[in-house]
Nanobody, 123 residues
Framework: QVQLVESGGGLVQAGGSLRLSCAAS????????MAWFRRSSGKEREFVAA???????DYADSVKGRFTISRDNAKNTVYLQMNSLNPEDTAVYYC?????????????????WGQGTQVTVSS
């Protein structure tokens, strides 16, 4: 089992920035792909960004150039730096983990989810 705990959500004005964190614990978290997804009101959960154990990254087109995913393997933590936020980014953001997964496979198969953290962007 892998436990994921997100933090860093909140309310921000359009154009502002937030940084989300996700701390992983439980089974050894080496060679684990991590990702962020989000779900807006009335919509399906969608992929936002992913990062491999080695640091390769992948982003949804809607966030490229604005969001940056990173990880600190020593702290078993993944981050999502979100800049130039707009109201369309308002959603619950979920951390995801896929042991032995890739940044491609985690888009469609996620064995472990966090509880989610609310991000609200006001206009």
């Amino acid at each position: 089992q892998v436990q994921l705990v997100e933090s860093g959500g909140g309310l921000v004005q359009a154009g502002g920035s937030l940084r989300l964190s996700c701390a992983a614990s439980g089974r050894p978290v080496s060679n684990i792909a991590m990702a962020w997804f989000r779900r807006s009101s009335g919509k399906e959960r969608e992929f936002v960004a992913a990062i491999s154990w080695g640091g390769s990254t992948d982003y949804a087109d809607s966030v490229k150039g604005r969001f940056t995913i990173s990880r600190d393997n020593a702290k078993n933590t993944v981050y999502l730096q979100m800049n130039s936020l707009n109201p369309e980014d308002t959603a619950v953001y979920y951390c995801a983990a896929h042991p032995s997964g890739t940044i491609q496979s985690i888009r469609t198969r996620v064995p472990y989810w966090g509880q989610g953290t609310q991000v609200t962007v006001s206009s």
